[in-house]
């Protein structure tokens, strides 16, 4: 594998290997996991959002049927035809910006 760094990080890459004793490599190697960690880290955190908004919204839709009654059939079908439509447009714009970046 080649690596190209600007100059100054590549010296500041060394400096910090050299005055933790390791080899360049093994520098980069723990650079790496520790990036690999962050993200494993970051999605945990990402997920736990999800599901305290998640949370919170049902908890939205459970005191608004309390106090006006349960959605109907035409409710619910209308909801999920709202999502599907709204995917539909998401999954579209991500797929132009995909192929506007390859």
């Known amino acids: 594998m080649s690596v190209t760094l600007a100059p100054q990080l590549a010296e500041a890459i060394k400096e910090s290997a050299e005055r933790q004793g390791l080899s360049?490599?093994?520098?980069v190697v723990?650079?790496?996991?520790?990036?690999f960690r962050?993200?494993?880290e970051a999605a945990i955190f990402e997920e736990a959002e999800r599901k305290r908004r998640a949370a919170g919204l049902q908890e939205v839709l459970d005191e608004y049927q309390a106090e006006y009654g349960a959605f109907t059939e035409e409710e619910l079908?209308?909801?999920e035809r709202r999502d599907a439509e709204a995917k539909r447009i998401s999954d579209e714009y991500y797929a132009r910006g995909e192929a506007e970046s390859a």
């Open 30 to 35: 723990a650079a790496a996991e520790l990036k």
């Open 24 to 27: 360049l490599d093994d520098w």
């Open 38 to 40: 962050a993200d494993d």
């Open 77 to 79: 079908a209308e909801s």
